[in-house]
């Protein structure tokens, strides 16, 4: 499964943004996906997850502010960022795998840039 991120831009901190991953290929609806976050000279960490049932889960420094989405028809998943801190400024990738825990053996993707001003 290839898959495209995009929707990163500048905002400032309050704001809103939405991200979008486009999955290629048919089996995008059975898949657990997942959002990461990479902050400047960081290590990517994992922010929010859907499996392919629609249950959701957040990293604590997200929760209550992102909303991690699917839409099956479109092959896509989304995620919602409001109330945007200068430390969410970052990159943004997604991923996919049969299970939640398959997906830190998935392939990365390109990911898109997000940039929080303060």
């Known amino acids: 499964v290839q898959l495209q991120a995009s929707g990163g831009g500048l905002v400032q901190a309050g704001g809103s943004l939405r991200l979008s991953c486009v999955a290629s290929?048919?089996?995008?609806?059975?898949?657990?996906m997942g959002w990461y976050h990479q902050g400047p000279g960081k290590q990517r960490e994992l922010v929010a997850t859907?499996?392919?049932?629609?249950?959701?889960n957040y990293a604590d420094s997200v929760k209550g502010r992102f909303t991690i989405s699917r839409d099956n028809a479109k092959n896509t998943v989304y995620l919602q960022m409001s109330s945007l801190k200068s430390e969410d400024t970052g990159v943004y990738y997604c991923?996919?795998?049969?299970?939640?825990?398959?997906?830190?053996?998935?392939?990365w993707g390109q990911g898109t840039l997000v940039t929080v001003s303060s």
């Open positions: 991923k996919g795998g049969l299970t939640i825990a398959a997906l830190r053996l998935a392939s």
């Open positions: 859907i499996t392919s049932g629609g249950n959701t």
């Open positions: 290929g048919s089996i995008f609806s059975i898949l657990a």
